[in-house]
């Protein structure tokens, strides 16, 4: 079975300070988790092109119920910091004192999916729709927590409606690719993830993405190439480091896997992930091993 530190790529990878776990891609491989996450999926403390969130009225917003105080913005600020557990206590209080409070909808979303409760993150960020239905965060973290429980089909509406709402945004359409291919549907996958990367060519995560279209579709070298190019970006996060290592195991080149797989992960976990690779790649006459391959082996 697939170690948890490669099949965790797409949805429980935390490459960055923020309150939700970055994706590095739900690609062929690692489709039952961008994870960003936001896949290298779209990670959700994505800074370019990041709409603010659509406000509520405040004549709209009920007064805390009494004995409850809502948490400054400094201590909002603090919560990005704690584990997901923690982090979906902190913004459930706040959504309880406020049903009206997107951030806190939105917050307690990406913990749920941190914590693998997609069913949950999405139900959250849909309660977010119901009193402001443009707000492209809400959308996004609809579309990811879909794409994180595999169910790419019906992360493409909100995603496509995030692109509407924030058409210079990378994060859609580069969402919008992970879900395209798990619906397969790799023609507009593939026109997503360009998309995205005309947006943000210098983004370690829409190169991520997209490499992990090519891999997922036989093309190994491209994908490694691209792979390679995303590990070069200054604040390039892990699971692009370990997806490269990945590809470069399915090929058998384990001495180069292994120096990857070590900058990131202990000892005990490169060990499986290299026993894994070892498992997965050909043998010395065998033809070499697709990534689809792998999904099913796991």
């Not at 493409?156 to 924030?166: C, G, M, S, V, W």
């Not at 996060?237 to 990131?264: C, S």
């Amino acid at each position: 079975m697939l170690n948890a530190s490669f099949k965790g790529l797409w949805d429980g990878v935390e490459i960055i300070p923020e309150p939700v776990p970055f994706m590095c891609r739900m690609s062929a491989l690692a489709a039952t988790a961008l994870t960003l996450s936001l896949a290298c999926a779209v990670p959700a403390s994505a800074k370019a092109a990041k709409p603010a969130p659509v406000a509520t009225p405040a004549a709209a917003t009920p007064a805390a119920p009494e004995g409850l105080r809502r948490a400054t913005a400094e201590e909002r600020s603090l919560a990005a910091r704690l584990d997901p557990l923690a982090r979906a206590a902190f913004w459930g209080r706040e959504a309880d004192i406020d049903p009206r409070d997107a951030e806190a909808g939105v917050g307690l979303a990406q913990a749920l999916r941190a914590m693998g409760k997609y069913d949950d993150a999405a139900q959250a960020a849909q309660r977010v729709l119901v009193t402001a239905p443009k707000n492209v965060e809400a959308l996004l973290e609809v579309a990811r927590a879909q794409v994180a429980r595999g169910q790419g089909f019906y992360a493409i509406e909100p995603a496509r409606q995030a692109q509407e709402l924030a058409p210079r945004d990378w994060r859609a359409p580069s969402l919008l690719g992970v879900a395209y291919d798990q619906a397969s549907r790799p023609e507009e996958a593939l026109a997503a993830h360009s998309l995205a990367a005309s947006l943000a060519p210098e983004n370690p995560v829409v190169l991520c993405n997209l490499a992990l279209f090519y891999a997922s579709h036989g093309d190994a070298p491209r994908a490694e190439a691209l792979l390679r190019s995303a590990a070069a970006k200054p604040g390039a996060p892990m699971a692009v480091r370990q997806n490269l290592a990945l590809v470069l195991g399915l090929k058998g080149r384990f001495d180069e896997a292994e120096k990857l797989v070590r900058q990131d992960l202990p000892p005990e976990a490169v060990a499986n992930n290299m026993a894994f690779l070892r498992a997965a790649a050909p043998g010395p006459a065998g033809p070499p091993r697709s990534w689809d391959s792998v999904r099913t082996a796991q």
